[in-house]
C-alpha cells in the first residue's frame, strides 16, 4: 500500500495514480482532458469522516497512456494518520468512468527519507538479560537506555537483544556491562549501572 506523510506538501511525493476505465465497455480507457468530464474524488478518513476533494486530477499522456491520471490531494485530506480510501469518480462528455477506490496509509515519518523500521531507543522499555546471574537467583533487569532522540538501526537491536539471549556479557554483577558479539570479538552495547538500571554508554555503530 502507498505510504504518504501526513499534510504532505509537495505534490510529486503524494500521487495517486489511477486507471479511468469506462463503467460499460470492458478495458476501454477513457480521456480524463476530455472536455465537459469531470472526475469528483471523496475521501474517507481513518477516523471515518468524509471528505470532498479538492486537489488536482492530471491526465500525463493522453497518447501513449491514455486514461491513465493521478490524483494529488490537499494536504487537508491527508490530515489524520491510518488508512484513507480516495473514492473516484468521471462522468461527463458522453463518458462514465467505473469507480476507483484507491487505498493509503496516511504515516507519521516521510517515507522517502525514513524507513518505518527505524526504532527509537526509546521504544524499547527493556531487555531482559538471560544470562548466568539469573540462573543463580542473582539476576536483574536490565534496561539499555539512551538519549531518546537518538535513533538505532533494527539491525543494532537484534544484536544487543541476541548478545542478552545467549548470555554472552560481562560484568553483570559490576558497575559496567559489556554484552559481546557471539563470536565475543566485538561490544554491542556497554551498559554502566545507575539507580539500579543499566545505561547504555556506547553502541557498535555497525
Not at 501513449?64 to 488508512?83: K, R, S
Not at 525514513?114 to 533487569?141: K, M
Request: glycine share 12%; aromatic share 6%; charged share 15%.
Amino acid at each position: 500500500m502507498q505510504q504518504v506523510k501526513q499534510g504532505e506538501a509537495t505534490a510529486t511525493r503524494k500521487r495517486l495514480w489511477f486507471d479511468c476505465l469506462d463503467a460499460t465497455v470492458p478495458n476501454l480507457y477513457l480521456n480524463i482532458a476530455a472536455i465537459g468530464f469531470v472526475v469528483t474524488v471523496y475521501v474517507i478518513k481513518a477516523d471515518g469522516s468524509v471528505v470532498l476533494g479538492v486537489g488536482a486530477v492530471v491526465q500525463p499522456d493522453l497518447v501513449h497512456a491514455p486514461g491513465a491520471g493521478y490524483y494529488v490531494p490537499d494536504a487537508t485530506e491527508i490530515d489524520t494518520l491510518g488508512v484513507a480510501r480516495f473514492v473516484i469518480t468521471g462522468t461527463g462528455a458522453g463518458q462514465t468512468m467505473l469507480r476507483r477506490d484507491v487505498d493509503v496509509s496516511v504515516v507519521a515519518f516521510d517515507p522517502y527519507l525514513q524507513s518505518s523500521q527505524s526504532i527509537s531507543v526509546g521504544d524499547i522499555s527493556s531487555i531482559i538479560v538471560e544470562g548466568p546471574d539469573q540462573i543463580d537467583g542473582g539476576g536483574e533487569t536490565q534496561t539499555p537506555v539512551a538519549t531518546p532522540a537518538t535513533n538505532v538501526t533494527l539491525v543494532q537491536i537484534l544484536r544487543e537483544i541476541w548478545a542478552g539471549v545467549v548470555g554472552d556479557a560481562v560484568g553483570l554483577k559490576g558497575t559496567v556491562a559489556q554484552f559481546k558479539s557471539r563470536a565475543g570479538g566485538r561490544n554491542r552495547a556497554v551498559a554502566q549501572l545507575n539507580n539500579g538500571n543499566r545505561t547504555a554508554t556506547s553502541r557498535d555503530g555497525s
